[in-house]
């Protein structure tokens, strides 16, 4: 009898843990970090720079996100490959949310090796950072990403991309918490789950805000709203 590749146990759980920490950690980062653009481009940067300052980063980089984030995506594209979902035969949300979960992680697959090639590598031919990424590169880091996205195509492919991971995260937390015998009762699931829809689309809305931020000050956000930083004068004021 053939075994599946998926069903190996070790490797499933690992792709599990893999997707919560570092990636899911990893997300919720960089959400904060993009969320500085709504204090304008100084603000940004700095944060920017922070990151940058952080002693061995490049090993930073490649063992905590690099290969995790290989290996969680390719062993998540075989598995999507060997699932049979059945929402079509039952219509139960739950069919329909396992469904979503390979979609977005296949969408995923695609998204961020485009953003990081793109925004971390600058690699993308025709692209405003092309041979001018992010990295090395702190002082200017606003600016880039703002030309970047004054292109209505990348931005939404951006928003896509923002809710698509928000969405993979929340649902594989509860896929998470279930598979680990850490949710049992049906209604420690049913609201669990509640909750994990709730934090999809609280962290979709922060991260759109966040990208909106860098063509629009402070993002969907009043004005007013950011004021305050600009008073402390961590913000140029609007001239
Ligand atoms: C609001 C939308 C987003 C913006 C503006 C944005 C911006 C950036 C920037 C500027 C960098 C380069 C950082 C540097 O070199 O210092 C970067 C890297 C990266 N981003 Fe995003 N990003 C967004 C959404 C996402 C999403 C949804 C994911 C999915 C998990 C993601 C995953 C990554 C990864 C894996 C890297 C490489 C990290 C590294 O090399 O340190 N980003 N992003």
């Known amino acids: 009898m053939a075994i599946k590749f998926s069903n190996t146990f070790l490797l499933r759980k690992l792709h599990q843990l893999t997707g919560i920490v570092p990636l899911g950690a990893f997300f919720l980062v960089h959400m904060y970090t993009n969320s500085a653009a709504m204090g304008g481009a100084r603000v940004f940067n700095e944060h920017v720079k922070g990151i940058h ?39 139960y949300s739950r069919n329909w949310f396992y469904i979503f979960q390979r979609v977005t992680g296949i969408f995923l697959f695609f998204f961020i090796f485009f953003h990081v090639l793109n925004l971390r590598f600058g690699l993308i031919p025709g692209l405003e950072s092309y041979g001018n990424p992010v990295a090395g590169n702190a002082d200017n880091a606003f600016s880039i990403v703002s030309a970047e996205f004054q292109n209505a195509g990348i931005l939404f492919f951006y928003f896509l991309g923002v809710i ?35 934090l999809a689309v609280f962290l979709s809305a922060v991260g759109i805000n966040a990208a909106v931020a860098f063509v629009n000050k402070c993002g969907l956000l009043p004005d007013s709203f950011c004021e305050e930083v600009e008073k402390q004068g961590v913000v140029e004021p609007k001239g």
């Open 53 to 91: 300052d952080i002693p061995y980063l490049i090993f930073v980089e490649i063992f905590g996100i690099f290969i995790p984030l290989l290996f969680h995506s390719i062993y998540g594209v075989i598995i999507s490959a060997e699932a049979k979902p059945n929402a079509l035969s039952y219509s």
């Open 164 to 198: 698509a991971t928000a969405w993979h995260l929340a649902y594989g937390f509860w896929l998470f918490a279930v598979d680990w015998g850490i949710l049992i009762g049906e209604k420690a699931q049913r609201l669990s789950l509640y909750a994990c829809i709730g």
